[in-house]
């Protein structure tokens, strides 16, 4: 199982939760944005560019490392992994 | 024809103004004395572009809202703001094959005359983009798109926006768009083909000061009633055409500074132009921190500062390209906002003026709309 976790401030909750479970136990965060779309697509749409990249101010977590240190959108999420979703500390 | 304030009795002045924080929607009378505000919508994000579309039946507003963290989203509302669409795909997108991603919206307009579900809206990174079912679909305008010259367009300091766009009423086929800092393009061929059009347009900030394109142009105006005159606020330089931009001549007669962004026309003057003019590039204020509007009603051959009611010391005042507009009425009401959040409004065509709203966020956007009630 991977968790998804989506905070509060995107306004898109699947189901009614902020957490999208995927019964997978191995996938590439790439894999799992798009299973992410496929069950909410306004929530990838605002995770990821017409260019297929994650939006500048987005920042994604497996567990405790942000994926810009791992292999980026092809880091892998394990089975009990969770990816993070969430809004860089940015604005004006 | 004229409208006639007194006729419009059973109408509202609706000001639709976008700041960096949200839009907001302000509502009077036709006697546009009391204000009443409601607001702000999509809390947090920039709104560049506002647009009321009044065609086809519809009663639909427009809003290119921008959050920092999860992207650009043309919004529409049938209610004035009440409600507001909340779409599961950005409907203004580019396509993968062009390498763009959108960065934000800065323009939506309505077509031609003659096509009620025609829009267009301007975008960063420059590209136009047309609609024909009254802002549910987009698709980018290729012509433009594939421009042979675009990788030698280069952004200016609000990025490299498609802030302009100007429709032909005599002819669907030519249209008139603006980039900064690529210049002035005409098509005359439904948009197939785009030719630049900056033929004695300064660029003080390149070698060659008179370029074939790459001007930074700030803004461009005409009267639909002539529209082969425009007035053009350049970054450096006021200019006018009357040949559909084929060439331009400096109007720059009797303003502290031709710096600037803001231009609107009067809605029934043919002549009749708005500027705010700005000390330089590099302070982008006042000059002499006074906040003054500047008119022509011959234009351009003569410009008076327009000062009753605004503020005419320590004024640091900056007004960007889109803050400026008129209303339809006769007389013509006239309405400007400050990067510092002061929306300011005539209702005598600008010869005095009322503070509406004195502490709003940065406003980036101002535009009106003469609805029936």
Redesign the interface.
């Known amino acids: 199982m991977i968790t998804i976790e989506l905070p509060r ?2 306004g898109v909750q699947v189901n009614g939760d902020n957490a999208v479970r995927l019964d997978s136990g191995d996938m590439t965060v790439k894999d799992a944005l798009a299973e992410l779309g496929r069950i909410s ?2 929530a990838l ?3 990821i ?5 994650v ?1 500048q ?2 920042n994604l977590f497996v567990d405790d490392e942000n994926i810009r240190f791992l292999e980026g959108l092809d880091s892998r999420l394990q089975d009990g992994s969770t990816l993070f979703v969430l ?2 500390i ?3 | 024809m004229k409208d006639s304030g007194a006729a419009k009795n059973g109408s509202e002045v609706v000001l639709l103004v976008g700041t960096m924080k949200g839009a907001f929607v302000f509502r009077s009378d036709p006697s546009r004395k009391n204000w009443r505000m409601e607001g702000p919508h999509f809390r947090g994000e920039s709104v560049y572009s506002l647009f009321h579309d009044a065609r086809g039946g519809r009663n639909r507003t427009f809003a290119a809202a921008t959050s920092m963290i999860w992207g650009g989203t043309l919004r529409t509302s049938d209610d004035f703001g009440n409600t507001w669409s909340e779409p599961d795909q950005h409907s203004v997108r580019f396509p993968e094959d062009s390498g763009l991603a959108l960065a934000q919206i800065w323009q939506v307009t309505a077509g031609h005359p003659s096509e009620p579900d025609v829009l267009y809206c301007g975008v960063e990174p420059a590209a136009l983009f047309k609609s024909t079912d009254a802002g549910d679909s987009w698709t980018p305008v290729e012509g433009l798109l594939k421009h042979e010259q675009r990788p030698r367009w280069q952004p200016g300091a609000g990025g490299l926006c498609l802030h302009t766009i100007i429709t032909d009423p005599k002819d669907s086929n030519r249209m008139l768009i603006a980039i900064s800092a690529a210049g002035v393009y005409r098509t005359d061929d439904g948009g197939h083909t785009w030719i630049p059009r900056n033929v004695g347009v300064r660029a003080e900030f390149l070698p060659d000061k008179y370029p074939e394109f790459g001007q930074c142009v700030h803004k461009v105006v005409h009267h639909p009633a002539r529209p082969e005159r425009l007035f053009l606020q350049n970054h450096w330089g006021l200019y006018r055409s009357d040949d559909w931009g084929e060439s331009w001549q400096d109007i720059a007669n009797g303003v502290p500074s031709d710096f600037g962004f803001a231009m609107a026309m009067h809605p029934q003057q043919q002549d009749t132009v708005y500027i705010v003019p700005l000390e330089s590039d590099m302070f982008r204020c006042t000059p002499e921190a006074k906040l003054r509007v500047y008119r022509t009603t011959d234009a351009g051959q003569t410009w008076e500062a327009l000062t009753g009611g605004l503020p005419q010391s320590d004024a640091y005042e900056t007004v960007l390209r889109d803050c400026l507009a008129t209303d339809s009425l006769d007389a013509a009401g006239v309405y400007f906002g400050t990067r510092s959040g002061k929306l300011f409004g005539s209702s005598d065509e600008g010869s005095t003026w009322n503070e509406i709203a004195g502490n709003l966020p940065p406003i980036v956007c101002v535009k009106t709309a003469v609805v029936a009630t």
């Open positions: 401030a995107l697509p306004p749409d605002r995770l560019n017409e260019r297929g990249e939006r101010h987005v809004a860089a940015s604005g004006g």
